[in-house]
């Protein structure tokens, strides 16, 4: 059973910054990307950040340059460094490992940033 417990949401003001951490437990082999989604109320959930295995990174056009995306692979941790928060940046965020073979989905948490 793989689980993935994600950290870090909560409620920030415009320009502050948070930090979300999730990681992966259980029978979990082969990774190929970390990554981080969010669905903003609305809109259909989109890619924010993505990590390979290799270290490649991915950040999305709106959060290129304010959010940061690493992981720790020894712990099967991924995290995100949001900082500049803005108030568009208001959602659910929601982790996700991908393997050879399978793709898993954290519960979510919430980010709420106020203006």
């Known amino acids: 059973q793989v689980q993935l417990v994600e950290s870090g949401g909560g409620l920030v003001q415009a320009g502050g910054s948070l930090r979300l951490s999730c990681a992966a437990s259980?029978?979990?082999?082969?990774?190929?990307?970390m990554g981080w989604y969010r669905q903003i109320p609305g809109k259909q959930r989109e890619l924010v950040a993505t990590v390979t295995s290799g270290g490649n990174t991915y950040h999305a056009d709106s959060v290129k340059g304010r959010f940061t995306i690493s992981r720790d692979a020894a712990k099967n941790t991924v995290y995100l460094q949001m900082n500049s928060l803005k108030s568009e940046d208001t959602g659910v965020y929601y982790c996700?490992?991908?393997?050879?073979?399978?793709?898993?989905w954290g519960q979510g948490t919430q980010v709420t940033v106020s203006s």
């Open positions: 259980g029978s979990i082999f082969g990774i190929n990307a």
């Open positions: 996700n490992v991908r393997t050879r073979v399978d793709n898993y």
